[in-house]
């Protein structure tokens, strides 16, 4: 599930449209403007987003302890198309009982996602319904359309599915078994073409990207992992 925080973050000149994820300060929080974001009325434990030193390299650490939380870094809004979203990640100790196709087993070690203002005359009817309750809740408005890359225990890179929470959320799976634990993985995506090849059923027109998020969660499977993110970068 997605909630979204309302704020608002400037881009001037050759700023990079993201700030970075980690600091040098150890156990340190992201700096602004990354922003945790919870369940309304959360009370279950908080998955932890923290700064570390991992082979002399400053990344983001994101731990899951049977918790839930997000890391979202907000855009000017109206940002136009074409971007590619790049960064590195491992996983150190993934969910062995995730299941995304069951909202049971709806968990994941790590997610690297892209939050698009999708217009709502493309969101069908009764998903409109679900975006007006997850937005009433958060007290802001729920992005319409979220691509979610996943690193999955189970399911094979390139599976396409929705949440099973909500079909305004999409996960790609780019990695499974296939990679050895804590190993680094590149990746670099066309916002775009991912947009069009996971919501082409609804748009066919690219629409504003108003935030990334980063997020980890265990709550579902009760269970814990670790993993790291590091050199996010969003280009145009």
């Known amino acids: 599930m997605v909630v979204w925080l309302a704020c608002a973050s400037g881009v001037l000149g050759d700023t990079p449209l993201l700030a970075p994820v980690a600091g040098a300060v150890a156990d340190a929080p992201p700096p602004a403007p990354w922003a945790v974001v919870l369940l309304p009325n959360q009370t279950k434990p908080q998955s932890r987003f923290v700064s570390a030193v991992v082979d002399g390299h400053a990344v983001l650490r994101i731990s899951a302890d049977n918790s839930y939380a997000t890391l979202v870094h907000p855009l000017p809004h109206g940002s136009p198309q074409g971007h590619t979203l790049a960064w590195r990640w491992r996983v150190d100790q993934p969910l062995p009982k995730a299941n995304l196709r069951e909202k049971s087993g709806d968990d994941t070690a790590v997610k690297v996602c892209a939050l698009f203002d999708e217009p709502l005359d493309k969101v069908p009817v009764g998903e409109r319904l679900w975006l007006k309750a997850a937005s009433t809740l958060a007290g802001a408005d729920t992005p319409a359309a979220t691509i979610c890359y996943v690193w999955d225990a189970h399911l094979p890179a390139g599976t396409v599915l929705p949440s099973p929470f909500t079909r305004r ?33 609804e748009a066919k027109v690219v629409p504003p990207l108003v935030a990334v998020m980063l997020g980890a969660d265990a709550d579902n499977t009760h269970g814990h992992s670790v993993a790291y993110v590091s050199d996010l970068v969003l280009e145009r």
Request: charged share 25%; proline share 3%.
């Open 169 to 201: 959320v999409r996960y790609l799976v780019l990695h499974s078994e296939d990679v050895p634990l804590a190993t680094w993985v590149s990746e670099r995506r066309n916002l775009d073409a991912d947009f069009l090849q996971l919501f082409g059923d």
